[in-house]
């Protein structure tokens, strides 16, 4: 076997595992946004705690929906994935100083959407320049 096909047979691979990884991702961040979106009374009362109001719930359910669709499009997948690494940087932050919970789960979601954002880079680009 040639190294040719050796290196698009990773390639192929690599980009299959990737989409895999942003379809679920996704999927996390659409469960994440509906009980914000439906006025679960968990969330709700989380976002009393924030403090900021409940506008801030609907705000950000709709940028996790966005979010979401944005990682299946293939022309959006690396800029949505930036975007919701900035989202999961403001749930980290308000988990520690306005909730005073663990910001574990965003800090974890946060490494997945920045590794997607770094292997969709070139697309970033390419979105940026037009």
């Not at 109001?53 to 949505?80: F, H, K, N, S, T």
Request: net charge positive.
């Amino acid at each position: 076997m040639s190294s040719t096909m050796t290196t698009a047979r990773r390639a192929r691979t690599g980009s299959v595992a990737l989409w895999v990884v942003q379809v679920v991702l996704a999927a996390m961040f659409v469960m994440a946004a509906l009980p914000k979106l439906s006025g679960d009374q968990v969330m709700v009362e989380i976002f009393d705690a924030v403090g900021v109001g409940q506008w801030l719930r609907y705000v950000v359910g709709v940028l996790e929906i966005a979010g979401a669709i944005g990682l299946l499009v293939p022309r959006l997948c690396g800029l949505a994935a930036l975007g919701l690494s900035f989202l999961l940087v403001g749930a980290a932050l308000t988990n520690i100083f306005a909730l005073g919970a663990s910001p574990a789960i965003p800090l974890g979601y946060l490494l997945v959407a920045a590794v997607i954002a770094w292997f969709r880079r070139t697309s970033i680009l390419a979105v940026v320049r037009r």
